[in-house]
């Protein structure tokens, strides 16, 4: 599909460049192909034409310039024009520069954003963690307390029930019986 439209251009501009170039030349060569067909077809009866008319302008009389075609030496011997040539590309790299360095300051902005960001999720998730450390400590202590009172109240009770015994009871079997 490239390739084609690619032709296409290619023929397009071929056409374009040969419509224009008989526009500008077409109408000097006319008169010229008129004038020598006159001459050659005119009968001897007829006396030629004279006219006060300046010769038709050549195209490099019209404009010098479309004779050299090449760009590169556009103002070349004008010092006037290479000094605005150079002033359009001293300021297209300064507005290049100018533009590269919003979009460095856009990204250094946005990355101290980011890491700002980042900073305080790191923070939060820090606390949080602590949090849960705390009450992990807290948990581990009451369990160590309980642990630590249910043998105490093991041990009392396990007193007690010999004491029972001791003196006549003989009511619910022993824990450490049944285990």
Not at 43 to 70: F, V
Request: charged residues 30%; contains cysteine.
């Amino acid at each position: 599909m490239t390739r084609r439209s690619g032709a296409c251009l290619r023929c397009c501009l071929v056409v374009f460049a040969v419509v224009s170039a008989l526009c500008v030349s077409g109408p000097a060569l006319y008169w010229k192909f008129k004038k020598n067909m006159k001459l050659g077809v005119a009968s001897p009866s007829c006396s030629p034409c004279i006219c006060d008319c300046p010769p038709p302008l050549s195209l490099l009389k019209i404009a010098p310039g479309l004779a050299n075609l090449s760009v590169v030496d556009c103002g070349g011997e004008d010092p006037e024009a290479k000094e605005e040539m150079g002033k359009q590309f001293v300021e297209l790299l300064s507005e290049e520069l100018k533009l590269q360095e919003a979009v460095r300051e856009e990204n250094s902005r946005h990355m101290n954003i980011t890491l700002v960001e980042a900073k305080m999720a790191a923070m939060l998730y820090q606390k949080e963690a602590e949090k849960c450390n705390v009450a992990t400590e807290t948990c581990e202590q009451a369990r160590e307390r309980s642990e630590a009172l249910l043998t105490k109240e093991k041990k009392i009770t396990s007193l007690w029930e010999k004491r029972a015994r001791k003196l006549g009871w003989e009511g619910e079997i022993s824990l450490k019986q049944t285990h």
